[in-house]
């Protein structure tokens, strides 16, 4: 997800409900928007200025401006993959328990759970005036290595802030199921890999037939002990905003992964997407240039001596985020097999889980 940081032009339109055209229109209804907020006291007058922006593979994302306030408005596409409105209802529960934190993230304004104004739950969440590395970076981040380096160290900063929240503390009891967390994991996405043969002309098993290899691996070296925290559930460098004016992590964003178990999910999820030091990648989120970055080593040192986690195992859970994002990834290229998707991105899409368990099993292979 991004919340661009452009402000409209001079003289842009905005003044009229007619200003939200075709699909804005339709996916975001403004005379009900307007009513809604009207009622929960969000400004008075029009609603200018709707930006529609990019990010996320399921949800809506809208900016828009009322009565000098920028909005960002999420929910659920028309058709969901899943249950969209269970998924906005989780994100907005776990983005008000993280208001009086240290978290960085988008601040919830208001949400609604009530279908009626929208066709689906929503929410209001501040418009954060960042950039996700993923997309470009500005002058002075693609030219600096220090600043690089210093983005590379926030990131983890920041994961450890969320790591340390309480989650009973913030109301987050019953949010997850910490119990047995690491043992369901590889069925859990084993699973999902077999729910695409209902696609019919899915070919992507041959490509992935390592598999079965990864999830036996990942059962018999099996982490048995861990302290429950907040897991962001997706955490990478495409899901961060920095500022524009130095190495500051503003927000962390795309919650709808967010649960409770084990924290070094979120670290292996990192470390799995990470560029290396030559700059390659696992085909996805890439970041250029790769000038300062830290590296793993780095990463995974500064970790260890802000949240005092044991760092013994924690290869497995790069190991499994390879395997757990390579499925994810696939689920694209077999709806698209199946004509519910477009192929041209669908098969880079493929072609990323390929990279993704290649990492994976380099990593075990280089095990004792």
């Known amino acids: ?14 003044d009229r ?32 200025h709707p930006v529609a922006l990019q990010g996320g593979t399921q949800n809506i994302l809208l900016r828009f401006v009322r009565d000098g306030r920028s ?22 529960r776990v983005l008000g328990a993280l208001a009086d934190t240290d978290v960085p993230h988008a601040r919830l304004v208001a949400a609604c759970l009530d279908r009626e104004p929208l066709g689906s739950a929503f929410y209001l969440m501040e418009a954060v005036d960042g950039f ?10 693609a030219g600096d290595a220090d600043v690089q380096h210093a983005m590379g160290l926030e990131i983890v900063d920041a994961l450890a802030r969320l790591q340390a929240v309480d989650p009973a503390a913030v109301g987050l009891d019953g949010f997850g199921r910490p ?15 077999d729910s695409y043969d209902q696609y019919a002309g899915w070919d992507g098993r041959r490509d992935l037939a ?27 460098v495409g899901n961060l905003l920095f500022s524009h004016d130095g190495a500051a992590l503003l927000a962390i964003v795309d919650w709808e992964l967010a649960t409770i178990g084990d924290p ?3 670290l292996g999820c990192l470390l799995a997407t990470w560029t290396d030091p030559d700059g390659s990648h696992p085909g996805c989120l890439p970041v250029e240039p790769w ?16 949240t005092g986690r044991d760092m013994t195992h924690y290869n497995w859970f790069v190991v499994l985020a390879c395997f757990k994002l390579g499925i994810l990834q696939e689920g694209s290229y077999a709806r698209a097999c199946g004509g519910l998707a477009d192929m041209g991105v669908a098969r880079w899409m493929h072609e990323t889980s390929i990279n993704l368990f290649q990492r994976a099993l380099g990593r075990i292979q280089e095990l004792p």
């Open 1 to 14: 997800m991004r919340f661009p940081s452009e402000t409209p032009p001079p003289g842009a339109a905005g």
């Open 17 to 48: 409900a007619g200003d939200w055209a075709g699909d804005q229109e339709r996916l975001v209804p403004v005379d009900r928007l307007r009513s809604w907020m009207d009622g929960q006291g969000l400004g008075r007058g029009p609603l200018q």
């Open 71 to 92: 909005y960002v408005l999420r929910r659920p596409p028309p058709n969901p993959y899943l249950d969209g409105d269970k998924t906005i209802q989780r994100e907005i």
């Open 132 to 141: 996700a590395a993923t997309r470009g970076m500005p002058d002075l981040h």
């Open 179 to 193: 119990e047995g967390f690491l043992e369901r994991q590889a069925s859990r996405w084993l699973r999902q890999l």
């Open 210 to 236: 390592a598999a079965e290899r990864l999830a036996a691996w990942l059962d018999a070296h099996l982490p048995r002990d861990f302290r429950p925290a907040v897991v962001h559930g997706d955490f990478h």
């Open 264 to 266: 070094l999910i979120d």
């Open 291 to 306: 000038l300062g970055f830290p590296t793993e080593a780095e990463l995974v040192e500064r970790y260890a001596a802000l």
